[in-house]
């Protein structure tokens, strides 16, 4: 059974570009969600998507998008990069859009300069 | 609303010494509750989790947390550290408003394992 897979590992833009991680969710699992995770803190919920469809927001500004695809993948997009999106980005698949646990990739680094 | 408060942003045990990480959380809806591990560099492992039932949940590598409704509180417990149990650990409870199942999660407490 393969577990979560996030692309790439780390990536450095400059401020005002535009971003796009990639997550592969766990065999048998329809629903991905996001987290930012800045240094030292918790992770803060982004997104999540069920099915396709958007499943739920955290308190993320519109330039945070998302897509999930047919096999499940899933892609965050961010736009306009400032600053402060410097974080570990994890993306985590559960079985279903119901309270079930879910499985976390190990993250992708982004750094905005 | 949902929130988690994780006491003791930093905590340092002897190694084969009691581990107590403490969690303490708010939910507008009967809560499920959650540890997870972070590594350096790496996501978030899955060490426990409390749904309905049995409130002494066991967990991987020796870790149990206990849910007490009136205390709100879901404290993580491992009667022998390792120094392997050297790592950040997280509390979240899942459900409330945004949708889904989201987990929120608290600020973390890194464990520390002397010698």
């Known amino acids: 059974e393969t577990g979560v897979t996030q692309s790439p590992t780390h990536l450095i833009k400059t401020r005002g570009q535009q971003v796009t991680l990639r997550c592969s969710s766990q065999s048998g699992h329809n629903t991905v969600s996001w987290y930012q995770q800045a240094l030292g803190q918790g992770p803060q919920f982004i997104f999540q998507?069920?099915?396709?469809?958007?499943?739920g927001r955290g308190n993320f500004p519109p330039r945070f998008s998302g897509l999930q695809f047919p096999n499940y993948s899933s892609e965050l997009n961010v736009n306009a990069l400032e600053l402060d999106d410097s974080a570990l980005y994890l993306c985590a698949s559960s079985l279903s859009s119901g309270r079930y646990e879910q499985y976390f990739g190990p993250g992708t680094r982004l750094t905005v300069t | 609303a949902q929130s988690v408060t994780q006491l003791g942003s930093h905590v340092s045990v002897s190694e084969g010494a009691l581990v107590l990480l403490r969690c303490n959380y708010s939910?507008?809806?009967?809560?499920?509750l959650f540890w997870y591990v972070q590594y350096p560099n790496q996501g978030l492992q899955l060490l426990l989790k409390?749904?309905?039932?049995?409130?002494l949940v066991k967990g991987i590598n020796g870790f149990e947390a206990e849910f007490k409704k009136s205390e709100t509180s879901f404290h993580l417990t491992k009667p022998s550290a390792h120094m392997s149990d050297a790592a950040e650990y997280f509390c979240?409870?899942?459900?409330?408003?945004?949708?889904?199942?989201?987990?929120?999660f608290g600020t973390g407490t890194q464990l520390k394992v002397e010698l």
């Open positions: 939910s507008s809806v009967p809560p499920y």
């Open positions: 998507y069920y099915r396709e469809e958007e499943n």
């Open positions: 409390y749904t309905t039932g049995a409130t």
């Open positions: 979240a409870v899942s459900g409330g408003t945004g949708g889904g199942n989201k987990l929120t």
